[in-house]
């Protein structure tokens, strides 16, 4: 079992920034991805970035030069950073742990983005 908690959502103005953070716990050895996914009102929850143990990272085009995701290993956390928000961005966002075949999610975080 993993559990994982996120932080860092909030209301910033369009072009402004955040810093989503989620810590994993439990049985952290055997995670090999993590990752954000993002769900808007009325609309599937979409992958928005990955990163492998190995720190290779996959992103989702419409954030891409936009946003950066980041792992530390040894404290077990995964970050977003979010530059250059655009109110498209409004979302609940999700983070994500892949541990034996089973993926785990965080409760949500919130992000809100004005124009």
């Known amino acids: 079992q993993v559990q994982l908690v996120e932080s860092g959502g909030g209301l910033v103005q369009a072009g402004g920034s955040l810093r989503l953070s989620c810590a994993a716990s439990g049985s952290i050895f055997s995670i090999s991805a993590m990752g954000w996914y993002r769900q808007a009102p009325g609309k599937r929850r979409d992958l928005v970035a990955t990163?492998?143990?190995?720190?290779?990272?996959n992103y989702a085009d419409s954030v891409k030069g936009r946003f950066t995701i980041s792992r530390d290993n040894a404290k077990n956390t995964v970050s977003l950073q979010m530059n250059n928000l655009k109110p498209d961005d409004t979302a609940v966002y999700y983070c994500?742990?892949?541990?034996?075949?089973?993926?785990?999610w965080g409760q949500g975080t919130q992000v809100t983005v004005s124009s």
């Open positions: 990163i492998a143990r190995d720190g290779s990272t």
């Open positions: 994500n742990a892949i541990s034996r075949g089973f993926n785990y």
